[in-house]
């Protein structure tokens, strides 16, 4: 089989863990028979210095000629001195909006072999620990209208947390198939005390989950979920929120797993298509000195292989290669051990095709 990806390398160690995860994939092309054409395309603070623009149309129109998008990261101090609506973080938001990327799945999952690098007690993640979140993606107060103003006490801005039923709908049903694949257990996220938008959100919820007798339901305020997390976090298996809780809330899974440079994620469209890419940032510090881990985008890449191509085996090929990996010893600096020597980037990715290649 043949698959056109663009891929947007980014900022800052955006370049590096793409180069890598593009390693990664062609050792599968070669060992299960697949071809990957990979079409690159600029987005975020590199498209501004090139192009005067941090989305430009021709990224769009490749990325919407293309079976998927894989992405580095994009942003970076070097522009963070331009107006809000011009910094590269835009980029994501134009891409989520035009290619319609409106469920985004971040998973949390710690591998038992980095179960030192959680900052909780033991006890809490003994057996384990696997979350899905599931965030609304292209509604909520980052696609609400907002606006700085003259007041009688001054300049003022504001920010509009807006929601439809159908918007709401649309991601409570990926998330109670989600559930319906997993533990059947679901657990939605709100502020339904003080926000009338949570109010609707929860009504919504509640409707879809009629549909889903057999997924059990629950509802969380979102600052309890946020407790919740750290207290005890094998409580939940999959979670669904609105786009800033959502934003919010991974983060703070991602760090209960060890290290944000582990984790995914998938924005997926209605159908197949989607926009893949790790959680963290472009960590321009540590840009071009090989320390940058790119398992995370390496993980992304197998979620795009499961949910846009469904090549299940090969998506599991990718994730027990980076699990042997980790079990031969191997960290990058971000999850290694003071007493241990850390390999780089480049190293990391070879080790990994290795494993792939058997």
Request: net charge negative.
């Amino acid at each position: 089989m043949k698959y056109n990806i663009a891929l947007i390398p980014g900022d800052g160690i955006g370049p590096e863990v793409i180069r890598e995860t593009c390693k990664v994939l062609d050792a599968i092309g070669e060992k299960y028979g697949h071809e990957f054409n990979y079409t690159e395309v600029l987005a975020g603070g590199c498209a501004i210095d090139e192009k005067g623009e941090c989305l430009p149309e021709e990224t769009v129109r490749i990325c919407k000629e293309s079976d998927a998008v894989l992405l580095g990261a994009v942003g970076g101090p070097a522009w963070d001195h331009l107006p809000g609506s011009e910094r590269p973080e835009m980029a994501l938001l134009g891409l989520r909006g035009q290619l319609g990327l409106f469920a985004n799945l971040r998973p949390a999952m710690l591998f038992d072999e980095l179960a030192d690098a959680c900052p909780l007690k033991p006890e809490l993640v003994s057996g384990g620990l696997d979350i899905v979140v599931v965030r609304e993606l292209t509604g909520g107060i980052y696609f609400g209208k907002k606006d700085i103003i003259e007041t009688e006490n001054g300049v003022a801005a504001y920010d509009v947390e807006q929601y439809s039923e159908m918007e709401v709908r649309r991601i409570a049903r990926v998330a109670f198939d989600m559930a319906m694949k997993r533990q059947k257990k679901l657990t939605s996220v709100d502020k339904a005390n003080v926000l009338e938008s949570s109010r609707l959100w929860r009504r919504v919820v509640e409707e879809v989950a009629a549909d889903y007798p057999e997924v059990e339901l629950n509802h969380f305020y979102v600052d309890n979920a946020a407790m919740q997390l750290v207290r005890q976090p094998k409580q939940f298996d999959v979670i669904v929120t609105s786009n800033i809780f959502g934003d919010i809330l991974s983060d703070e899974a991602s760090q209960v797993t060890g290290s944000i440079g582990m984790l995914p994620s998938a924005s997926l469209a209605t159908g197949n298509f989607g926009m893949y890419e790790p959680v963290h940032g472009s960590a321009p510090d540590i840009a071009g000195l090989d320390l940058a881990n790119p398992m995370a985008t390496i993980l992304s890449a197998a979620m795009m292989l499961r949910y846009t191509f469904g090549l299940l085996a090969e998506a599991d090929a990718i994730e027990n290669a980076v699990q042997k990996v980790l079990a031969d010893g191997y960290r990058t600096a971000d999850i290694a051990k003071e007493d241990e020597t850390p390999v780089g980037t480049k190293k990391c990715g070879d080790l990994i095709v290795a494993a792939v290649l058997g």
